[in-house]
């Protein structure tokens, strides 16, 4: 049997922050992630990252990459009525945002890692987790060469994602879960084009919501709300830059710079918090405790925040024998959770038009979007959650 002190299941931003967190205090860890080392480095999903992400990333000095890549915006803005009303974020809370895609940190995390002389399963299959209410909880495998793998360690983190087997190895009874799902879903593409503006634009517009955003000088990242049960199919190129150029254009004369289509995918919203983030030995992180609809920017910023914390509890409970911050884990990281689980709510039911959409409903909307803008304290409100509140939010 093989043996760390940290088993960590998923290499997502989660598990393989985790990983550094651990290594810089000399804990021993086995990262085990099912896919290969190809598809988590071009997966792509979010883009922006909180400046707590950011100063975090930088003070471990996995942000070289980032600092010289990354576009740090200083504001956003939502367009209604036709016309831009920006949120002036770095004047109203002296702090910005970065954006910087989530894949680019997975390949940043994962070079660090193997530059030190540790690796990654890759291709980790029928991941099992035996024995969590006891010191020495096990991980079997079967590994990338169908070899049977079987690992003691003194604990576990799940951080396997939404979709992962982590989550499911506590007992049901044990588990409250909160869930909500949305009626609609985003329908998101990589455009090899030029951003057409340079800050984020979320707009609400009668046909439905769509978001700017972009990767790179060169790179433009764009969703549409579709619905549901929307086939990709259905979506020729053309039907959707049609469709993007409608929902935001303006009055003053906006044009969608566009380009090919590197990528399509239709992602579902939902939101959904898992209470207890922790069983015996095993502690989840991420996605695999909770998942925001991405209206508000905050999943992988979460999955950071629950680790930061879940790095200093695990030194505790292993090198210290002190079990406090580890009692306290579930606790502190679901206060920050429930916020961001709450922007990322009101982002999308302000921003979002319901299948069969309710003239009552958009007023109440455009109304929000109205005071939003045009009053100091509400402008404030999202500014301060949508940067990111501080790691130890009470
Ligand atoms: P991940 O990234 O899903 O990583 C989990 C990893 O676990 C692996 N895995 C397993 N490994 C071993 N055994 C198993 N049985 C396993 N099952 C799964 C998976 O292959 C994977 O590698 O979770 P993590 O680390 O918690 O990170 C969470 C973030 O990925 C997620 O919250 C964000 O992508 C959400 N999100 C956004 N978050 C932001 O902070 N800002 C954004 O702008 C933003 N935009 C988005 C988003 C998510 C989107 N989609 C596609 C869901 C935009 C979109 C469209
Ligand atoms: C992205 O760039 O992928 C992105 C940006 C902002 C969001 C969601 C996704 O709210």
């Given at each position: 049997m093989e043996r760390t002190e940290v088993a960590i299941v998923g290499a997502g931003p989660a598990g393989l922050l985790l990983a550094h967190l651990l290594q810089a205090e000399g804990v021993d860890t086995v990262v085990l992630e099912a896919r290969s080392r190809e598809y988590v480095e071009h997966r792509v999903r979010a883009g922006v990252c909180e400046h707590t992400t950011v100063a975090l990333l930088r003070g471990l000095g996995l942000a070289d990459r980032l600092d010289r890549e990354g576009l740090v915006h200083g504001g956003l803005t939502l367009r209604f009525d036709r016309a831009d009303h920006r949120i002036d974020l770095a004047a109203l809370t002296g702090k910005s945002i970065t954006v910087y895609g989530q894949q680019e940190i997975v390949?940043?995390?994962?070079?660090?890692?193997?530059?030190?002389?540790?690796?990654?399963?890759?291709?980790?299959?029928?991941?099992?987790?035996?024995?969590?209410?006891?010191?020495?909880?096990?991980?079997?495998?079967?590994?990338?060469?169908?070899?049977?793998?079987?690992?003691?360690?003194?604990?576990?983190?799940?951080?396997?994602?939404?979709?992962?087997?982590?989550?499911?190895?506590?007992?049901?009874?044990?588990?409250?879960?909160?869930?909500?799902?949305?009626?609609?879903?985003?329908?998101?593409?990589?455009?090899?084009?030029?951003?057409?503006?340079?800050?984020?634009?979320?707009?609400?517009?009668?046909?439905?919501?769509?978001?700017?955003?972009?990767?790179?000088?060169?790179?433009?990242?764009?969703?549409?709300?579709?619905?549901?049960?929307?086939?990709?199919?259905?979506?020729?190129?053309?039907?959707?830059?049609?469709?993007?150029?409608t929902r935001l254009a303006t009055d003053d004369g906006f044009t969608l710079r566009q380009g090919p289509l590197l990528e399509k995918g239709i992602t579902p919203m939902r939101s959904f918090v898992t209470e207890t983030m922790r069983h015996g030995r095993l502690f989840l992180a991420g996605d695999a405790a909770h998942i925001v609809p991405p209206t508000g920017a905050k999943g992988m910023n979460l999955a950071v925040a629950d680790v930061r914390r879940l790095g200093p509890a695990l030194v505790a409970l292993l090198r210290k024998n002190d079990s406090r911050p580890a009692e306290a884990y579930t606790e502190r990281c679901l206060s920050r959770v429930w916020r961001a689980e709450h922007f990322s709510y009101f982002m999308t039911t302000m921003l979002h038009r319901f299948p069969d959409a309710d003239p009552f409903v958009d007023q109440l909307q455009l109304s929000q979007l109205r005071y939003t803008t045009r009053s100091t304290a509400a402008a404030t409100s999202l500014a301060e959650n949508y940067v990111g509140l501080p790691f130890d939010w009470p």
């Amino acid at each position: 049997m093989e043996r760390t002190e940290v088993a960590i299941v998923g290499a997502g931003p989660a598990g393989l922050l985790l990983a550094h967190l651990l290594q810089a205090e000399g804990v021993d860890t086995v990262v085990l992630e099912a896919r290969s080392r190809e598809y988590v480095e071009h997966r792509v999903r979010a883009g922006v990252c909180e400046h707590t992400t950011v100063a975090l990333l930088r003070g471990l000095g996995l942000a070289d990459r980032l600092d010289r890549e990354g576009l740090v915006h200083g504001g956003l803005t939502l367009r209604f009525d036709r016309a831009d009303h920006r949120i002036d974020l770095a004047a109203l809370t002296g702090k910005s945002i970065t954006v910087y895609g989530q894949q680019e940190i997975v390949k940043d995390l994962i070079a660090a890692r193997l530059a030190t002389g540790q690796d990654i399963e890759f291709e980790a299959a029928d991941v099992r987790l035996h024995e969590l209410t006891t010191d020495a909880p096990t991980v079997t495998w079967t590994d990338a060469h169908g070899g049977a793998r079987e690992l003691r360690a003194d604990a576990v983190a799940g951080c396997d994602g939404f979709h992962g087997v982590c989550r499911a190895a506590i007992p049901a009874s044990a588990l409250t879960c909160y869930d909500h799902v949305y009626p609609y879903a985003w329908l998101g593409v990589l455009a090899q084009a030029p951003p057409s503006h340079e800050e984020l634009i979320y707009p609400w517009h009668p046909r439905g919501f769509a978001l700017h955003s972009m990767r790179s000088p060169e790179l433009t990242r764009l969703y549409l709300q579709v619905n549901p049960d929307e086939r990709l199919d259905d979506w020729s190129d053309a039907r959707i830059w049609d469709e993007l150029a409608t929902r935001l254009a303006t009055d003053d004369g906006f044009t969608l710079r566009q380009g090919p289509l590197l990528e399509k995918g239709i992602t579902p919203m939902r939101s959904f918090v898992t209470e207890t983030m922790r069983h015996g030995r095993l502690f989840l992180a991420g996605d695999a405790a909770h998942i925001v609809p991405p209206t508000g920017a905050k999943g992988m910023n979460l999955a950071v925040a629950d680790v930061r914390r879940l790095g200093p509890a695990l030194v505790a409970l292993l090198r210290k024998n002190d079990s406090r911050p580890a009692e306290a884990y579930t606790e502190r990281c679901l206060s920050r959770v429930w916020r961001a689980e709450h922007f990322s709510y009101f982002m999308t039911t302000m921003l979002h038009r319901f299948p069969d959409a309710d003239p009552f409903v958009d007023q109440l909307q455009l109304s929000q979007l109205r005071y939003t803008t045009r009053s100091t304290a509400a402008a404030t409100s999202l500014a301060e959650n949508y940067v990111g509140l501080p790691f130890d939010w009470p």
